[in-house]
């Protein structure tokens, strides 16, 4: 088997594209979070504490000199990060969640019973007859 049979072979294979299609929605609905979270839920919060923009809000480790750039530790946009990652994980913790209880309710439902094969119904008859006498 060549190269390009295996790779043909792996990229066909059914978990290989539904992983890939996971992954392209999740980094659009990554996009989207971020967006609520940088334009939607920081500027009420910033207003609530006083007028603070968090993606503004860092340290000034070393200013800005004529021609090198200011070093910063921008610990706001580390607050917007972890306030997307909050509600990403809570939004895939309620699909898993959503997902699990499916699960369990099919797997709760009534199974029939399997009815006995013609040899099982033949051996009960002959032994009902076998206890008649």
Do not use: C, H
């Not at 659009?28 to 006083?50: E, N």
């Not at 000034?60 to 530790?73: D, K, Q």
């Amino acid at each position: 088997m060549t190269i390009i049979q295996e790779f043909k072979a792996f990229a066909l294979r059914g978990n290989i594209i539904d992983m890939a299609v996971g992954i392209i929605i999740g980094a659009g609905f990554g996009k989207i979070v971020d967006s609520a979270v940088k334009d939607i839920l920081m500027p009420p919060l910033g207003y609530i504490v006083g007028g603070i923009d968090f993606s503004n809000l860092e340290i000034v480790l070393r200013s800005a000199g004529l021609t090198t750039p200011a070093v910063t530790i921008k610990y706001g946009l580390f607050l917007n990060a972890m306030i997307s990652f909050t509600i990403v994980a809570f939004a895939v913790f309620m699909l898993i969640r959503g997902i699990s209880a499916l699960q369990k309710k099919e797997t709760a439902a009534p199974s029939v019973p399997p009815q006995p094969s013609n040899q099982e119904i033949l051996l009960a008859e002959i032994r009902d007859l076998l206890k008649r006498k």
